[in-house]
């Protein structure tokens, strides 16, 4: 089994958060893992990527070769489609569809979309409506991962494990809203 | 997994924080940089690190946490420094005559190298400095090899007297990957070295230690602890070895995720090595490939000048880019494997480059500078390095340099004996006390005709908040120095004070001696966290 998971966002936006929920629900899995991560000049607003790899045998690079992404998961629009030169031909590529807008010339929303559209395996998610509906905007992140969990070879309790281990300090009621997201991101993609 | 043993998932820069402190480490000392920050974070936020009172201060600049780390060495006790590469050149005069006078408790020099430039001015290789020194250096390629080479760098420190240099380059400072833990060594005691001028290098003594430290450099070639590190793995297609250094070594790998390599592989995590590391492999080959993050360091040895050994290749002959991080393509490349790819960047794909978060002060100091300058030719402006170099992009394009740390400073003072007036420097809280404020002092001496703006956030900023040294104290240091209170200026770069703020910043300009004008608002993001956790607290 192996997982090559690009993940893409803004700085700012908390991808890490995603990362370190497939990172904590992999070391459950026994699984090794590698996750490489942006830090420093690129947080201030400009784009971030992180390379999360899982195997079930040693794996050797901390980077992802071009063409062997298995998913792309954005929670930008634009930002997952810098990361095409990654996504293998039969990847997939989940993103957020609502836009971060920090730049004078971000292309209208309706030709990225249109451009996402051009990838056979996307699924495109208004995870900012649907963690709102849920009661927290700041749950975006885990209604994204919740979308791509499907494509992902972790069993989804163990997804779930992670929620409750990763959000431990902050208390049952954000546990409890983070499991929510990442069920409606889940059954998004199950329907 | 076996769950006997402590297993965690751990940045590079993590493992060694953790390694460090296992292995009875006393003392670390940093100054904040990409990709080294971490290491001291990771043992900051430690409460193992807090019980047992690890010193885990940051220093005011690299230098100052390099001289520490010695003292704390001196005095018997493990010491670990870390800082980015550009770090080094700071720390540089106490690096390389710490191998002179050589160490008492251990010591380890991390330096964590930025090929591609990631975030720095350069992509110097800091191996380059250790052969500088005569210093061994360590270079993992896995976050596991870092933790456990740790513990060899100290010990090898210890018997070697001999600081170490421990190389890591940002992919693996910077990624995460479970480590297995070793038992912990207590700390060592204070104990003195036993010649009292093992420290003291007059010429006569410098000498002595010199000629003493050469030796050690040859012995340290053929010393088992190093050369365990360097391992050569055979294989039958002997027409093209492979050398790999450091995580060049992943990058190889990677391209036989579903067999292994048929051809001889060496791969070299440690320095010195003597000549008999290579000669299993350039006498079964034909010819070598030589895969090295960073400068061609070992490549280059091998050529040597004449380059009349066997065929070489790597970054000199082209077969590798002269520049810039490895990649597995890369590295597939070079052995003519074919090269995955995937679809391109679709054109509708805009840069987005990082700029000032909403609500940063340093935006609204830059708009009143740009204000003021309105009446004078462009092309004044030295910057530094740190949030506010921003300002070099639009809609600001303000400052006209960003060299090293502290250099707005004095170019603004020699381009002002060069005749330019009004000069201007713009530098962060932090990096004017790292090394601002010595220029300072050369200009309040000469009374150089320069304006100095200070933004000062509070914080260290672009390194991700970090504590600034120079927090509550620049008005003083200024004074200290000899800035004249008439021509110590403090504003509030917030919108309503615009117009003021302009009215100040145009009077400073206009002054023909020293002025210093420290723009005080505290960084938003550390205001954000501060908030929060005060809010947490408040909660408990
Ligand atoms: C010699 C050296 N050490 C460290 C760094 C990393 N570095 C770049 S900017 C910066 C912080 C600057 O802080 P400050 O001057 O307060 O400005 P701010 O980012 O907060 O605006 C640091 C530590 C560097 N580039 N060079």
């Known amino acids: 089994m192996k997982n090559d998971i690009i993940l893409s966002g803004v700085g700012g936006q908390g991808i890490l958060s995603i990362a370190a929920t497939i990172g904590l629900a992999a070391v459950e899995c026994n699984l090794f893992l590698k996750q490489s991560e942006v830090h420093g000049m690129s947080q201030r607003g400009g784009d971030v990527q992180s390379h999360l790899r ?88 885990m209604v994204i991962l919740g979308a791509a969990s499907p494509f992902i070879e972790i069993p989804y309790h163990n997804l779930e494990n992670a929620i409750r281990n990763l959000f431990k300090p902050k208390g049952e009621e954000v546990i409890n809203l983070n499991l929510k997201a990442l069920r409606a991101g889940r059954d998004f993609t199950g329907k | 997994m076996n769950h006997n043993i402590q297993k965690l998932l751990l940045l590079g820069d993590e493992a060694v924080a953790r390694a460090a402190m296992d292995a009875g480490l006393s003392g670390m000392y940093a100054y904040p940089g990409t990709p080294s920050t971490e290491i001291m974070e990771y043992i900051q936020s430690s409460a193992e690190a807090t019980e047992r009172n690890i010193h885990r201060e940051w220093s005011s600049n ?32 106490g690096f390389i005559n ?220 082209g077969m590798v880019p002269r520049d810039g991080e490895l990649n597995p393509a890369i590295v597939a490349k070079a052995l003519g494997l074919s090269v995955s790819a995937g679809r391109d960047v679709p054109e509708i794909v805009r840069m987005r480059p990082p700029s000032f978060c909403a609500g940063c002060g340093h935006s609204d100091m830059f708009s009143a500078i740009i204000e003021a300058l309105k009446s004078y030719s462009p092309g004044r402006v030295f910057s530094d390095i740190g949030c506010y170099t921003l300002a070099a992009l639009p809609p600001y394009d303000t400052i006209n340099s960003c060299v090293d740390m502290g250099a707005s400073i004095t170019m603004a003072i020699g381009a002002s004996d060069a005749g330019l007036f009004p000069a201007v ?39 991700g908040g970090q504590k600034s040294q120079a927090t509550g104290r620049i008005e003083n240091i200024c004074l200290g120095i000899g800035v004249s209170r008439d021509h110590l200026r403090l504003i509030t770069p917030i919108r309503k004070n615009f117009e003021e703020n302009v009215r100040i910043i145009k009077e400073e300009f206009e002054y023909h001696g020293v002025s210093v004008i420290i723009a005080s608002r505290e960084c938003i993001q550390t205001a954000i966290k501060r908030k929060k956790s005060r809010a947490s607290n408040e909660l408990s």
């Not at chain 1, 293998?88 to 836009?99: E, F, I, K, R, Y």
């Not at chain 2, 420094?81 to 720390?91: E, F, R, S």
């Not at chain 2, 895969?291 to 066997?310: A, F, H, K, Q, T």
């Open chain 2, 98 to 317: 710490s191998a002179i006078t050589g160490v008492n408790g251990g010591l380890i020099v991390v330096a964590a190298d930025d090929p591609s430039m990631h975030s720095s001015q350069n992509e110097q290789d800091s191996r380059f400095y250790a052969k500088f020194a005569f210093v061994p250096v360590f270079e993992p390629a896995t976050q596991q090899e870092a933790y456990d080479m740790i513990f060899d760098a100290f010990e090898l420190s210890e018997r070697y007297k001999i600081p170490v240099l421990f190389r890591i380059t940002t992919r693996l400072a910077h990624s995460r990957a479970a480590v297995e833990l070793k038992l912990t060594i207590p700390e060592k005691k204070l104990k003195l070295p036993a010649d009292q001028l093992q420290f003291v290098l007059l010429p006569a003594i410098a000498r002595k230690r010199y000629r003493a430290l050469l030796s050690t450099y040859e012995s340290l070639k053929y010393d088992l602890s190093i050369s365990k590190f360097n391992s050569f793995t055979d294989g039958s297609d002997r027409r093209m070895g492979v050398i790999t250094c450091g995580i060049a070594y992943n990058y190889l790998m990677e391209n036989f995720s579903d067999s292994k390599p048929d051809f001889p592989v060496l791969k070299i995590t440690a320095y010195p090595f003597n000549k008999d590391v290579f000669t299993e492999i350039t006498d079964k080959c034909s010819s070598v490939l030589i895969l090295e993050e960073g400068y061609p360091i070992v490549e280059e040895s091998l050529r040597g000048i004449l380059d009349n050994g066997i065929k070489i290749h790597g970054r000199l002959d």
């Open chain 1, 54 to 141: 899982l195997s079930d045998r040693p794996i050797a690079s901390d980077l992802i070769p071009h063409g062997r992404a298995d998913i792309i998961i954005s929670v930008e629009p634009m930002e997952s489609l810098r990361y095409l030169p990654w996504l293998s031909d039969t990847g997939w590529l989940v993103t957020n569809s609502s836009p971060f807008i920090n730049i004078d010339d971000y292309p209208p929303i309706e030709e990225i979309l249109s451009e996402i559209k051009k990838i056979k395996n996307h699924i495109i998610i208004d995870a900012d409506s649907i963690a709102k509906r849920i009661g927290s905007l700041r749950s975006g992140n």
């Open chain 2, 425 to 463: 420097a713009v530098i962060g809280d932090s990096t004017f006390t790292h090394s601002g404020m010595t220029g300072l002092l050369d200009a309040v001496v000469k009374n150089s005709p320069v304006t100095i703006i200070i933004g000062d956030n509070s914080t260290t900023g672009m390194t």
């Open chain 2, 62 to 93: 690299e230098k100052t946490a390099m001289e520490a780390a010695l003292g704390m060495s001196y005095a018997g006790k493990r010491a670990m420094v870390a800082m980015k590469h550009v770090g080094l050149n700071v720390a540089a005069d």
